[in-house]
């Protein structure tokens, strides 16, 4: 063993809860633990990278991590109650998101190498399939009381809340089929830990019971706290949805943009959860970010680390250059260098209006591009105002009365820039 798992967790603000006997449990020998994730979408968003994080901590510290897909449950559908629409999948779905997700996961775990503790990607799809109704309740619903399952938090918290609408059979026993995962992990690859977040301490401790009573053996916990923000927002969200970790979904210039814009306080606290960096390292950047919090040392650290290790470093290095494109010095050629999607992400919201290709083949006078063709500015006399105080500029750089407009200005075949002083932005839209 390389570092003391359990030790690595706490100073990084990650132990919400660990069973008694796990940090010496850890510590004999190379041990193998799960984190469940569900499959019902083809990514995974940052909501899981908690897990996902100590599952790569737990591989850095010298033991075996399992990622445990939950295709059982894809299949049954959303038991909460609390969605309009259940999430049932196909099995052709739930193969491709779980190919997904591993792609995504390989970013963080060793899944390839020939290591003793790669890490290993299950499905409990695969042994819940063949299980009858029957041979459940028979071989692992007689094994644990209703009494034990009701003194469950989760379990109390959904009966004695005033909107709740009862609950229903699938989502009480859901904690016996995830604790029955526990049981078979423990059994087919000696898994004795499992983790996840602090709302699922009842689950895993159900199957640290059924490993007791059924599998002879003995189970251990741990959860992390459930991430949070300081101004009381949902962590991992935004006005358009969940940050995702597909590009597809989240682009990359966003998924930075999510982690730069990170309060001081949380930036502390997330660049220990969400970076590899070590204690050293952090103690040193805090440090420097106090002396000069206007310099944001956390935030671009933590964006860079987790953008590096999601996407990639050009990916990071292309962010970094929409995002001066923006709020910094930037030319024309900058400019164009931008894909369309980041394009479009960097200048989300900035008014725009279309104009005719043939007006700009034809060489489009900045008066006219200015006011008449696109509104941008009220008046003719306005904008030649404008272009006598060296106030306008087409993509980036300044222009006089006399420039015209052609296709050499448009960016991904279609854009052009324009700016009256520094904060008034507009886009023409080439069509």
């Known amino acids: 063993m390389t570092k003391n798992f359990v030790e690595e967790l706490t100073w990084r603000g990650m132990v919400h809860d660990v069973m008694p006997g796990t ?11 799960y984190v469940g994730i569900d499959p019902t979408a083809d990514s995974l968003h940052i909501g899981h990278l908690v897990s996902v994080m100590m599952l790569r901590h737990f591989q850095l510290c010298g033991h075996k991590p ?3 897909v939950g295709g059982a449950t894809g299949m ?29 996961l390989s970013k963080f775990l060793d899944f390839e190498s020939d ?3 790669a890490a290993v990607m299950v499905n409990n799809y695969d042994w819940m399939k063949n299980f009858s109704f029957l041979e459940f309740i028979r071989d692992v619903g007689k094994h644990i009381t209703v009494n034990y399952m009701m003194s469950k938090d989760s379990v109390k918290k959904r009966l004695s809340s005033e909107a709740a609408e009862g609950m229903s059979f699938t989502e009480f026993t859901y904690q016996l089929v995830q604790g029955y995962d526990f049981l078979h992990l423990f059994r087919a690859h000696d898994c004795t830990l499992q983790m996840g977040g602090s709302d699922q301490w009842g689950n895993i401790t159900t199957g640290t019971e059924l490993i007791r009573r059924i599998g002879n053996g003995k189970g251990y916990a741990l959860t992390c706290p459930l991430i949070t923000k300081a101004d009381g927002t949902k962590f991992g969200k935004t006005e358009s949805g969940n940050v995702w970790l597909d590009p597809q979904r989240t682009s990359p210039y966003k998924f930075y943009q999510y982690w730069l814009n990170t309060s001081d306080v949380d930036a502390e606290r997330y660049i220990k959860i969400f970076t590899f960096l070590s204690r050293e390292e952090i103690e040193k950047l805090v440090e420097k970010h106090q002396e000069a919090p206007h310099l944001r040392q956390l935030q671009k650290t933590l964006a860079e680390e987790i953008t590096v290790t999601v996407h990639s470093r050009e990916d990071f290095e292309n962010a970094v250059k929409a995002s001066e494109v923006l709020f910094g010095k930037s030319t024309a050629h900058d400019l164009k260098s931008l ?11 900035v008014p725009q209006a279309e104009v005719s290709i043939d007006l700009i083949e034809d060489g489009l006078d900045m008066i006219a591009a200015l006011s008449a063709e696109t509104g941008f500015l009220k008046s003719n006399g306005e904008a030649r105002r404008a272009l006598k105080e060296n106030s306008v500029s087409v993509n980036k750089e300044k222009v006089k009365e006399d420039y015209k407009l052609t296709t050499d200005d448009l960016i991904n075949g279609k854009y052009i820039i324009l700016n009256k002083g520094k904060k008034n932005t507009y886009i023409i839209r080439v069509v």
Do not use: C, Y
């Not at 940090?23 to 633990?33: D, F, I, K, N, P």
């Not at 369309?340 to 992400?345: A, P």
């Open 339 to 349: 894909n369309e999607t980041t394009f479009l992400d960097v200048f989300e919201g």
């Open 76 to 104: 049954i559908g959303d038991p909460s109650g609390k969605s309009a629409e259940r999430n049932l999948l196909d099995e052709a779905t739930l193969k491709h998101n779980q190919e997904a997700l591993k792609n995504q």
């Open 115 to 117: 290591a003793e503790n």
């Open 23 to 33: 940090e010496e449990h850890l510590a004999e020998t190379m041990r193998a633990a």
């Open 66 to 68: 399992f990622a445990l």
